[in-house]
């Protein structure tokens, strides 16, 4: 009997795949899109350069990192060598800037955690955030960047679970869900802890890339054109690891006591890292460790009511693609 369920999952799965890399190879941007950034881009450092003329601007978040859907918006860190700089004052300055260059709807949000200039243009319909000196951001997005060298099942599983998050209303940070950021290092944990394993873990191999932002020592291996067999031995495809992803966040993983760690391709406890009480508003009831910022918990955006509304949501992202005939839709039906 036992033999003949395996049986049945293996031809689910069959039946799953197909349709699951369509949605991805749906969410992966054109070209012509990229090129469009590109073009922004040069048009933005053109401009920066005429007031800063030693400023470099740099693309990260999901246009940069290889995580990011078709039509996103692009997130641009200009940097400046100045330490002694305002970013309030920069900030109203660059918006100026832009206003005068007929750039749409700009708007200086000085106040905000990451403070930002937003700005739309015209020409290409992309909208694009601009903050400063948030080098951490650059780096960290180059890591998940090399990650997702490595192995071509990290971008499918992210995507298809960025798009499930936000359909499902779960990629709202001010309303206490995850970040697209802490989504993508989920599923790069559990690649990492797959048996056999799918990613290996950059940061505990030889540096081969080193660099110290705002103090922290940012080193991890990233010659990652030699990786691209690392997972070979495992043959799991998209829509296994859809399942076993969900499976593993809704009955798998142990809230109460352990944190993911991409930076030790393992778990750690919540004790090691004094993560077991709320500090502040630091509940840490769902514990993700920044790769690099080692003492920001990812999930500290998540409260008791949201931490409650996201489980709910991996137990029925496991359960479609446990009994649902046509999981494809049902799992992306929106909130
Ligand atoms: N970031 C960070 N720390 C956070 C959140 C974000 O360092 N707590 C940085 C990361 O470099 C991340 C970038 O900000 O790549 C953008 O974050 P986010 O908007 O969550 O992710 P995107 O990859 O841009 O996703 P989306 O496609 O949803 O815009
Ligand atoms: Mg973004």
């Not at 359909?167 to 206490?176: A, D, H, K, P, S």
């Not at 705002?214 to 067999?229: G, K, N, T």
């Not at 919540?270 to 009480?277: E, L």
Request: aromatic share 8%; charged share 25%; glycine share 2%.
């Amino acid at each position: 009997r036992s033999h003949k369920r395996v049986v049945d999952c293996r031809s689910d799965i069959d039946r799953m795949n197909a349709p699951l890399l369509a949605i991805y190879e749906s969410l992966v941007p054109k070209e012509e899109e990229k090129s469009n950034q590109k073009q922004l881009l040069t048009s933005l450092e053109k401009l920066v350069n005429k007031e800063w003329p030693t400023a470099q601007l740099y693309l990260y978040g999901s246009c940069a990192n290889s995580f990011g859907v078709s039509k996103s918006d692009i997130d641009v860190c200009l940097a400046l060598e100045d330490p002694d700089i305002n970013k309030s004052e920069v900030l109203l300055k660059l918006a100026d800037i832009l206003q005068a260059d007929n750039l749409e709807n700009v708007q200086a949000l000085t106040r905000a955690r990451v403070p930002i200039v937003k700005l739309m243009d015209p020409v290409t319909g992309i909208s694009c955030d601009i903050c400063i000196n948030n080098v951490l951001a650059v780096v960290n997005t180059k890591l998940l960047h090399d990650y997702a060298q490595i192995d071509d099942r990290l971008r499918q599983l992210a995507f298809i679970v960025k798009h499930w998050a936000k359909l499902r209303g779960v990629n709202v940070t001010y309303q206490g869900t995850l970040s697209s950021y802490a989504y993508v290092l989920m599923c790069i944990h559990f690649l990492q802890q797959r048996k056999p394993a799918i990613l290996p873990c950059l940061q505990g191999m030889e540096a081969t890339y080193v660099v110290t932002v705002d103090d922290i020592e940012c080193a991890y291996f990233d010659q990652v054109q030699h990786l691209r067999d690392f997972g070979a031995r495992n043959k799991e495809r998209i829509a296994e690891l859809v399942w076993a992803f969900f499976d593993y966040w809704a009955y798998r993983h142990d809230y109460a006591n352990s944190v993911i760690s991409v930076r030790t391709g393992s778990l750690i406890s919540k004790r090691a890292k004094d993560w077991t009480r709320r500090i502040g508003n630091d509940r840490h009831l769902i514990c993700i460790e920044d790769p690099f910022e080692i003492s920001h918990d990812l999930g500290r955006v998540v409260d008791k009511y949201s931490i409650k509304t996201l489980r709910e949501e991996f137990e029925r992202a496991a359960n479609i693609m446990h009994y649902d005939p046509d999981p494809c839709v049902t799992l992306f039906e929106p909130y």
